[in-house]
């Protein structure tokens, strides 16, 4: 009998060649896509899938190295490795979960603090024009001076502008954040749902290394003590 069960092996194998084969297909993503998509993720963003992608084809060999060689300073190596991952990928699954639920009532505090941002502002124009929609949570956010994105076109989603404010006669009724909000829950959910997947998947590795480990040892150790016990007939 081997070192280590062959349907351990196999398992542990197969859960690594996944890992590769999704890091070799994020890295080849990377590298063909558009100029302009590093530009708008911003540097942070973009090296920050880099070092992901990369760091998952890393830990695939690692793992398989390990399994091959069954060498036990490899796979504590590794176990040890997937325990971080693990770590790393619930608190990451956690923060979005808490990001996606409190995104849904903006305090009027970061709202204000928003509307403070001149980039903000300017993005939230361009936004307005695309959604038909006025204001974060509604047309008060802009306090009197109503923008001229907000100018309405349809009855259907049209106010009056109130008389004391500045602006178009007639502004969109429906505020943009619900509207943004309904379009990223998705990707919050998503995107939560990945970082759960990993944490089980590295808790799945780190199970299979542990095991591996326990294996290894345990046929190191009969086989020396054989081999004294040999030593000491003779």
């Known amino acids: 009998m081997g070192k280590i069960n062959c349907c351990l092996k196999c398992v542990f194998v197969l859960l690594n060649a996944v890992f590769g084969i ?17 530009s708008e993720m911003g540097p942070g963003s973009w090296a920050g899938l880099w070092v992901f992608s990369v760091g998952m084809l890393l830990v695939s060999i690692l793992g398989l190295t390990a399994a091959l060689t069954k060498k036990t300073a490899l796979l504590i190596g590794f176990a040890g490795l997937m325990g971080a991952i693990m770590i790393i990928m619930m608190i990451l699954g956690i923060v979005v979960a808490y990001y996606r639920n409190q995104f849904k009532n903006l305090p009027p505090d970061t709202v204000r603090q928003m509307m403070a941002d001149d980039t903000v502002k300017e993005r939230l124009k361009s936004v307005q024009e695309q959604l038909q929609c006025c204001g974060f949570m509604s047309y008060k956010d ?93």
Not at 24 to 37: D, E, F, H, N, S
Not at 157 to 165: E, G, K, M, S, T
Not at 166 to 175: F, L, V, W
Not at 182 to 196: D, K, Q, R
């Open 22 to 38: 999704l890091g070799v297909l994020m890295i080849i993503g990377l590298v063909k896509a558009p100029p302009q998509l590093s």
């Open 142 to 234: 802009w306090g009197n001076r109503i923008p001229l994105s907000c100018k309405c076109l349809k009855d259907n989603v049209c106010i009056d502008r109130p008389w004391r404010l500045q602006g178009p006669a007639k502004i969109y009724s429906r505020p943009c954040f619900p509207i943004m909000f309904e379009s990223l829950v998705p990707t919050l959910t998503v995107l939560m749902g990945v970082f759960f997947g990993f944490a089980v998947t590295a808790l799945l590795c780190l199970g299979a290394s542990l095991l591996m480990i326990g294996q290894v040892r345990r046929h190191d150790g009969g086989r020396g003590g054989q081999a004294i016990a040999m030593t000491a007939t003779s």
